[in-house]
């Protein structure tokens, strides 16, 4: 898989994606990252990639030009004037990081998962020209209700949580199938419960559940043990005690992942 990142700021990324997960999938050839410096398409000897918006207003907006120009470099085509963003084949997603977009969920990610390419273009200042977002982009994503300097930081968070879910990034599959906001999750539910019967997890929302607890030695540590279900060796046990433990801090942490009682 292949991610482009488009910014004003291209050394941010020297570094996050020499770690972890990240690089050993470099490293093998799963995934390819190129960073494109928005200010080489610029025309200007400032290189000038923003203005001041019309109507008025605090702040300067990323001007539609580079990116535009930017992003077609990179698909080796024009966007042309369609009346809805495309990109070069419907394998291909260009993603605006912005406040004002879409939260981004792992349902997300593991849409983004399928994909072959993804070009993320980082916006910064007060925004960007809307025709970026209504032309350009074929999505608009926001990773949270709060505001950030730039995309940057965003687009690195939602390139980990699609690399995490290709196969071969993990070293156990199983790993992107259990955690929080994970369809296994869900799944599971629907399996040990089936329709007819009343139970708290069946009625789990597509988010899915936050993960369980996890435990590891020594099995009691300043006097806090852990829990005797866990060390006895029955997996039925441990099974069930895992979905009740997720039930509960799901309710605990994320109520809103749960439906309304």
């Not at 928005?38 to 990323?62: A, C, I, N, Q, S």
């Not at 070009?119 to 025709?131: H, L």
Request: with cysteine; hydrophobic share 40%.
């Amino acid at each position: 898989m292949r991610f482009d990142l488009i910014t004003i700021f291209p050394e941010f990324f020297v570094g996050p994606f020499d770690h972890g997960i990240l690089r050993r999938a470099r490293e093998t050839g799963l995934v390819e990252v190129n960073v494109q410096d928005l200010r080489l398409f610029t025309k200007d000897r400032h290189r000038t990639v923003d203005d001041r918006p019309f109507g008025g207003g605090e702040g300067m907006v990323l001007k539609p030009e580079p990116l535009f120009e930017a992003v077609e470099s990179l698909l080796g085509s024009s966007v042309g004037e369609a009346p809805k963003p495309k990109a070069a084949n419907l394998k291909t997603g260009i993603v605006l990081m912005s406040a004002a977009g879409e939260l981004f969920h792992q349902e997300t990610a593991r849409r983004y998962a399928q994909l072959e390419r993804i070009i993320f273009i980082c916006g910064r200042y007060e925004g960007v020209d809307e025709r970026v977002a209504e032309h350009l982009a074929t999505e608009e994503i926001s990773i949270g209700d709060f505001v950030l300097s730039g995309g940057e930081l965003p687009a690195m968070l939602v390139i980990d949580a699609v690399t995490r879910l290709l196969p071969g990034a993990l070293g156990n599959e199983a790993s992107s199938q259990n955690e929080s906001f994970s369809a296994a999750a869900h799944s599971e539910s629907k399996a040990h419960h089936p329709a007819g019967r009343a139970s708290q997890q069946s009625q789990v929302t597509r988010h899915g559940l936050l993960d369980f607890p996890h435990y590891t030695r020594p099995a009691e540590y300043r006097g806090w043990a852990v829990p005797e279900v866990l060390i006895g060796g029955n997996h039925a046990e441990v099974a069930k005690w895992r979905r009740s433990a997720a039930i509960e801090k799901t309710r605990r942490n994320r109520p809103d992942l749960l439906p309304e009682e």
